[in-house]
């Protein structure tokens, strides 16, 4: 999956190609993408409705779903597809879905439409700005965070999403007892992964190293097709102390 996210530092002084202040360090690279007519037609029609705006200031849940509900946190939803089958296996959890890339915006808004999903929402801008202005500290049931970029060349390592600094953050917005699900097809990032998120006080491993593929994360086109290929697959599940 896309990762729209990045380290939080900025200099004000420059903007991308989406508007947002250029940070020293990106994450993610935004990239052109193809728009299908059914994923036009959702954002035009579904957008208004599902994808919520961003704004520097605390989002109130309740009256984004209309309810009181645990509410998780998902971190580059790609297309689309494990986010919307989790929202329909969940219906008593709301989400929250960012991703910077039109195409599988419109890709999940169509998703919502087809499978009638009420308790799922969109942002697409950078997750840092929203994690850091738009969520409440101790507010998320849980975070998920499936296939970042594993950026495979060294030099390019520093660009990772899952970096100390980001890891304090996402802890900072957990609910106690709330968790942190990532899960990677690369294994020196899974390394990685494992070394900092038990680097992190505020949170203790669920398991003895990687975990068991939780139930409620399907198996992705993307990730069958690196099973066929003979990758591995690792998740590591975190909980807010």
Known sequence: MTDPTTPPQADPAAADATGHPRRSIRSFVVR???????????????????????????????ACFGRDAPCVFEIGF?????????????PGT???GVEVHTPGVGALLK??????????????????????????AQSL???????PDPWHKLKHNKRRLIQPSFVGLLASRLAPGGYLHCATD??????????????????????SGY???????????????????????????FARR
């Open 32 to 62: 052109a993408g193809r728009m299908g007519p059914g994923q036009t037609r959702a954002l035009a029609e579904l957008g208004p409705r599902f994808v919520l705006p961003y704004a520097p200031a605390p989002l109130a849940f309740k």
């Open 78 to 90: 790609g297309m689309g597809d494990a986010t919307a089958a989790i929202a329909q296996a969940m």
């Open 94 to 96: 709301d989400f929250i």
């Open 111 to 136: 998703q919502i439409g087809e499978r009638g999903l009420s308790n799922l929402r969109l942002l697409q801008h950078d997750a840092v700005d929203v994690l850091e202005q738009m969520i409440p």
């Open 141 to 147: 049931a849980g975070v998920h965070v499936f296939f």
């Open 186 to 207: 690369w294994q020196p990032y899974a390394e990685q992964m494992l070394e900092v998120l038990s680097a992190e006080p505020g949170l203790y491993n669920t398991a």
């Open 211 to 237: 975990a068991p593929t939780p139930d409620y994360r399907p198996l992705t086109k993307f990730e069958n097709r690196g099973l066929k290929l003979g990758h591995g697959v690792w998740d590591l599940v």
